[in-house]
């Protein structure tokens, strides 16, 4: 009996001692904090995103030389691919101001529509190294046919060890994205 009650003692001491609280995280475009309210816009932009299946998951995802690790504990406050498709929206938004993004065409008579397509091909968190987002892109502007695509690595370094400055390192790759597919939408 006593030896019953001191396992079963031991064992929710050790279900405590692993109970690790969860920690959500929220890619942010620092840019679009400035950006003005738009009721008029000369292109707008559908865009759609698709992620790799290994990341587009909630759980954060480390890659290093021998695999993955998965985080239970540190995940996304929301879907991976909505978060990167909206800061993505909004950092070329935020780059032109004459340009609306969106996840469709909002019904506005003289503005010329846009679409971007972008597959990120590779997005790894790597400790000691950073993060890197490797994308590819088709650009469509009007119904012409004619068509721009591209496919380019974007890098950044993380700054300490937490899982923070991984979230931080995927903006600024974001924004790298956001900088091509910018220069790439006509005047």
Known sequence: MKTAFLI???????????????????????SARTLEPRTTFATQVALRVALPSLVDRNEMVL???DGVEILEHERWAAPLVDQVAGVLGQDIESRRENVIVGSRHIAQPDARNASIAVDVVQLKLQKGAGVLLEARWRLQVGGDGKFHQGRETFTAPVADA????????????LGLLADRLAADLPD
């Open 8 to 30: 079963a003692l031991a064992v929710s001491i050790c279900g405590c001692a692993f109970n690790r609280p969860d920690h959500f995280y929220v890619l942010d475009s620092a």
């Open 162 to 173: 937490n899982y923070a400055s991984f979230v931080r390192a995927i903006d600024v790759c």
């Open 63 to 65: 890659v290093d030389a």
